[in-house]
């Protein structure tokens, strides 16, 4: 679950729907919540809302180190923690590799103590996966988070075997490019041939090709729908083949 902007709100009624949307990813068994402090009241309302939810310390949770320097970076991690109402935190990282060199060194040592489980980087663009690999080559980290969809192909390239060489697990943000392969197909059903592989939403279509990737490890789409949530969560329910995958290319490129 990601929390991009439909976790930063401070009205009610959305905080409610959120509410159910976690209540729908606890009974999927999804685990992983992923926030920073760059979303705004994300990380408040995590904190506010998830004690309401059975069994929430069950849940996966993951922020990010978003600041320049040593003081501020601690800092900040510290703040997120008390927003987060986590004694630890289960991910902890560097958001688009903002200062890693400094926090790197203090993420190792909080988890040499056990106040994070994972170390973990992060970026959206395809123009800094090159930088990505060359961190994974050179530090241990424990995950790495980047874009990845149906339409943007470019992490097969080479970072995702990096990943897979170096036991790094792997997050994928972005999952429907913001929204853009929504539009592309809006007012579209879905073809015949998906229907029968067992991909019953557009939302699935997406994710199924994203999750039939044996290097990633989890998807982290956001919602504040507990009806979309559902189908996001859906997803894992089916995994597609090598052929499917490449139709399912095909059809969109022709669309």
């Not at 990737?213 to 189908?231: E, G, M, Q, R």
């Amino acid at each position: 679950m990601g929390t991009w902007q439909t976790f930063d709100t401070s009205n009610k009624e959305k905080h409610l729907q959120l509410t159910a949307v976690l209540g729908e990813m606890q009974k999927s068994g999804a685990k992983l919540i992923d926030s920073s402090p760059m979303y705004g009241k994300s990380e408040k309302v995590i904190g506010e809302l998830t004690p309401s939810i059975e069994n929430h310390n069950d849940f996966f949770y993951a922020t990010k180190v978003w600041t320049t320097g040593l003081k501020s970076g601690i800092e900040q991690m510290e703040k997120s923690m008390r927003l987060m109402q986590r004694q630890s935190i289960d991910l902890m990282q560097i958001h688009n590799l903002k200062d890693w060199k400094t926090h790197i060194k203090t993420l190792r040592e909080w988890k040499e103590i056990g106040k994070i489980k994972y170390i973990g980087i992060t970026h959206y663009t395809d123009s800094m996966h090159e930088d990505l690999e060359k961190i994974i080559k050179s530090e241990k980290i424990d995950f790495v988070q980047f874009n990845y969809s149906i339409e943007d192909r470019n992490a097969e390239k080479s970072l995702f075997a990096t990943a897979a060489d170096h036991g790094v697990a792997t997050l994928i943000n972005r999952p429907f490019g913001e929204g853009r392969l929504f539009k592309k197909v809006r007012g579209k059903a879905l073809p015949e041939w998906a229907i029968e592989n067992g991909i019953d939403n557009w939302s699935n279509f997406f994710l199924q090709y994203i999750i039939a990737n044996p290097a990633v490890t989890c998807v982290i789409p956001a919602t504040s729908n507990p009806l979309h949530a559902t189908d996001n969560f859906n997803a894992g329910k089916v995994i597609i083949d090598e052929n499917l995958k490449e139709k399912m290319v095909g059809y969109l490129t022709h669309l």
